[in-house]
DNA sequence: CGCACCTTTGAATGAGATCAAAGATGGTGG
DNA sequence: CCACCATCTTTGATCTCATTCAAAGGTGCG
């Protein structure tokens, strides 16, 4: 599915100004991650972008959307890993792994920009700087896993549902939302569970039951707003870590 | 087991004889990584070598005995994360955060080799295959967190008992142990329920469970030998993810 | 307007937790 | 080398949280 149109590429690389948000590119950075994307592609809401077990050819970046990996168990469940917004980058294990062990889908409508395992492999080369912060991204990326594998493994299904949330305002808040702007969460019930480790009858009742309790409000179509963040936050045991540290990073060429 | 051609040579790093069973080093990068480690440091057994929320100083390879990294959530619970062999680089998290999220915790008595952060970053910026490397081997660990997430949050106590058992002789088999050789392995019933979501005494009931259907054997002092791998297995939903593919790397230096 | 799909609610069931206590095992010091 | 103590494993009984099954409302899209 293409772009209808062919699209715009205002100059920036997707990958460029997602690392932008961590450290200040160098012009000849720039220059190496304007030349390695390759013209933006959309897909429906629902379209699998890249499937377990398949070999996928090529990693991403969210220019806009949702989307989440999942995996689907000999049982017939699935778990979902993460859920991917503008600017994180999809297909990682394919640096390590031929075959996906996930497949991804597209939660909303959305646009990515693809690009090479080896046009990345060049700039590494050129440009060591930018493998170390995708290796502190990536180490990022690892440690919210395990922050949702605590929560799954330790945590009631309430604190999880709770956590989910907190995890998604938080970053949605990275993004830019306001503090205390409604988020429209795309989501379904379903999903959440399958995201939580929990039925979507289950999530049902501890979702309502956080609204009885006040800490959230619901809205048509999906629209969440925190009503008490920090209780939220303190029944989920969740910790914010959408900052990284880039302090330790080599020098820029 | 190490690469092909490659030779170990007693004294030299640890990083350097774990990523040489990833590619062949060149002697640029051997002679950087001869220089990147301090003297190797012995810890006993229920050492806390990392604690939650403390700014580790240093980043370790495993040159002897099991740790483990786990967190502690606030209802006392703990969950374990992950378990760390010979050749694993323990305390990546300082990569992306200054506080480290896991409490790295000695198994058994160990042997680790330290290096700095700067060092490495140091190598990274003069090596970039090293940190392509590195960034391969923490999306491997990443996949890796991601089996054991689904494992938790979508299978029975049996099967994540099995899996934690799978992964364990998959990873001791990398490591030279014969194919059909008993394992012993130094874990407590409740530290493999913390791995796996489970209480001690459920572990204990799966376990026995296991041993009665004539999936493994176990005697004395932990050890453990599989008698049919492939029914566990498929009980387990596991697949072996211990190699990595290399083959997209920049080039050497 | 009608049909999918999603959310909500209720009742029965079950997997795993909790509580309690009796064996095993192994390390330590006398 | 043995006795003791701490830790770990095993077993049983009971309880609870989440699942399962079922069916009735909502909602939005074509």
Known sequence: MRHPGGSVILGASCLAERLSHHVRLSAGEQA?????EEQSRSFRRG???ISE???PRELYVVRSGWLHSSVLLGNGSRQIMHFHFQ???LGLPLLAFADS???ITAVTDVTLCPFSRERLAAVI???PRIGALLLGLT???RVSLADRLASVGRTSARARVSALLCEIFARMRRLGTPHDAAIQIPLTQEEIGDATGLTAVHVNRMMRGIVEDGLIERHNGGHVRLLDDARLAAEANFVDRTGIDTGWLPPPR
């Open 53 to 55: 077990n398949q070999p």
């Open 47 to 49: 379209a699998v972008i």
């Open 101 to 103: 062990p996930e497949t």
């Open 87 to 89: 600017g994180d980058i």
């Open 139 to 141: 180490v990022a990326d």
């Open 32 to 36: 190496a991650l304007d030349g390695l």
């Open 125 to 127: 080369g050129e440009h």
